[in-house]
């Protein structure tokens, strides 16, 4: 069966340093999905980012990047210049054809609190 | 504005009683879902519908019913026989060929 884990329960940093929230994945399919969403204290999720694993290829989204690496089942997301308004719980997910693909639901980590103090 | 709506935002109700929480959408998704959130931990899969007057129990369907009638409405209806209703409850909603879901604000639900 699929699983997410997210090592890091909660993770503090000053603000302006650079942080790094690990993800890494099982799943038994070729292929699958990986996302990261964010929670803010209001509890919605936003979407953030999708990866497919055919795309290695690591993605920046100003100061967010994601460094996806097959070899070790990780997709880690580190933020740059970290802002107080990152402050927020992320979740990594995963979607893969065991499971039905995405309509049959994202099996999520339990996720890593990021405190970023001023 | 289109989106996912979520009502009511805080449920109190007594043990015993069963509530149904709302969920609607206006993104033209065929795919809704429901999950349950308990505190520390990760969003854990209750149902989820792909089409009109179709569902499937996901994780931990026990407890729960849903029904979709209408494209943008997945109501879903927490029972007396669940357990530890108490909980924080997210509808989500999805293309059929996309796979990024969307959430709602969330259901605070408080059952003593």
């Known amino acids: 069966a699929q699983k997410v884990t997210q090592a890091q329960t909660e993770i503090s940093v000053v603000e302006k340093e650079d942080v790094t929230l690990d993800c890494v994945y099982e799943?038994?399919?070729?292929?699958?999905?990986l996302f990261w969403y964010k929670q803010p204290p209001s509890g919605e999720l936003v979407f953030l980012i999708r990866?497919?694993?055919?795309?290695?290829q690591n993605e920046i989204s100003g100061r967010y990047s994601w460094n996806f690496q097959k070899s070790t089942s990780s997709f880690n997301f580190t933020i740059t210049a970290s802002q107080v308004v990152d402050s927020a719980v992320y979740f990594c997910?995963?979607?893969?054809?065991?499971?039905?693909?995405?309509?049959?639901?994202?099996?999520f980590g339990k996720g890593t609190h990021l405190i970023i103090q001023p | 504005d289109g989106g996912i709506t979520q009502s009511p935002k805080y449920l109190f109700r007594k043990e015993g009683q069963n509530v149904t929480l709302s969920c609607e959408q206006n993104?033209?998704?065929?795919?809704m879902y429901w999950y349950r959130q308990d505190p520390g931990q990760g969003l854990r899969l209750i149902y989820y519908?792909?089409?009109?007057?179709?569902?499937q129990k996901g994780d931990i369907a026990e407890g729960y019913s849903v029904s979709r009638e209408k494209k943008e409405s997945f109501p879903l209806t927490v029972t007396s026989a669940q357990k530890n209703p108490t909980a924080f409850y997210l509808c989500?909603?999805?293309?059929?060929?996309?796979?990024?879901?969307?959430f709602g604000p969330g259901t605070r639900l408080t059952v003593t």
């Open positions: 989500a909603s999805s293309t059929s060929r996309s796979y990024e879901q969307y």
């Open positions: 799943t038994r399919d070729t292929t699958y999905y």
């Open positions: 990866r497919n694993s055919f795309d290695e």
């Open positions: 997910a995963l979607s893969d054809e065991y499971s039905g693909g995405g309509a049959d639901g994202l099996t």
């Open positions: 993104l033209n998704h065929d795919a």
């Open positions: 519908s792909q089409i009109v007057n179709d569902f």
